[in-house]
């Protein structure tokens, strides 16, 4: 998983710089909206990711160590991240 997010990271880098340079050479603005929604795209794969991987390992031990409570807290504190 790490792997995986940290290859991501890197492509989104790229795009970031990318997005710089068409600012800084005065590209045309359609081209770069859909650069940004590229960027923000990978970002939320990123979240996704990440998060999948939380709630198959992290959470299912805190329910196995009877921290049910806390669990279902942090689920619900990221759904409303997520809704923003």
Do not use: P, W
């Amino acid at each position: 998983m790490k792997t995986d997010t940290v290859r991501r990271l890197n492509i989104i880098e790229g795009q970031v710089r990318g997005l710089r340079e068409m600012i800084e050479k005065d590209a045309y603005c359609i081209d770069v909206i859909t650069q940004s929604s590229a960027v923000k795209q990978g970002l939320s794969n990123v979240e996704d990711l990440i998060l999948q991987d939380h709630l198959s390992t992290c959470l299912v031990k805190q329910i196995k160590n009877g921290s049910a409570k806390k669990a279902v807290g942090e689920i619900i504190n990221v759904y409303k991240l997520k809704r923003k």
